[in-house]
């Protein structure tokens, strides 16, 4: 009789664990998204970034630096 019992119980606390580990993965599954979300949306936004560096680097590369003499200053007796 108590070998019945314990068998009849059996599948009811066996869905009891399987519903708490469902639900313990889809907790998991929920927070790895949105940390995968925040990681893409934050690659967007480097990417974009870099692109405007890179476009003021080559905007600073094309301009023409004029070369300056400066011996001209008082500490090489140019007054």
Partial sequence: ???????SFQPITLAISQSNIVTIL?????FF???LILG???SYK????NERLDKISEE????????????????????
């Fill in 33 to 35: 998204s949105v940390l």
């Fill in 60 to 79: 600073m590369a094309k301009q023409e630096t004029t070369y300056k003499d400066f011996t001209d200053g008082h500490m090489y007796g140019g007054n």
């Fill in 46 to 49: 480097l990417k974009k970034e």
């Fill in 1 to 7: 009789m108590t070998s019945n019992f314990l068998t």
């Fill in 26 to 30: 889809v907790i998991v599954v929920v």
């Fill in 40 to 42: 893409i949306r934050k």
